[in-house]
C-alpha cells in the first residue's frame, strides 16, 4: 500500500446468490467495480467481480462508493481485504 494510502472497508450484498464464486476468492485478490449496464433489477446497480470475471455480489444502493462511482462514470479496481465466512458479508478494501 502507497504511503498515506486509506483503507475503507466496503461491504458487498446479494452474496447470498454467489457463494461458488467466492469460495473461490483470496483476501489480497483484485475485483472490479463497475456499473452494471442492463441490470434488470436496479438501472444503477454497481457489480462487483472477480480476477475471473465471476460476479461476487453487488454495492448496496446506500453505498458511498456506488454513488460516486456512478457519478465519476468510471469504475475501479481494489482488493479483497477480509473474507468473512458464514452470514458476514465479505469486506473490499481498496
Not at 9 to 24: D, T
Not at 48 to 65: E, F, H, P, Q
Not at 71 to 79: A, R, V
Amino acid at each position: 500500500m502507497a504511503d498515506g494510502a486509506r483503507t475503507y472497508h466496503v461491504s458487498i450484498v446479494g452474496e447470498a446468490s454467489y457463494q461458488r464464486a467466492i469460495e473461490a476468492c483470496r483476501e489480497g485478490e483484485r475485483v472490479m467495480l463497475f456499473a452494471e449496464i442492463g441490470n434488470p433489477y436496479d438501472a444503477d446497480a454497481v457489480v462487483v467481480k472477480c480476477s475471473r470475471n465471476a460476479t461476487i455480489g453487488y454495492l448496496g444502493r446506500d453505498n458511498w462508493l456506488r454513488d460516486a462511482l456512478l457519478h465519476e462514470g468510471q469504475g475501479c479496481s481494489t482488493t479483497i481485504g477480509t473474507l468473512k465466512r458464514g452470514d458476514d458479508q465479505p469486506f473490499l478494501a481498496p
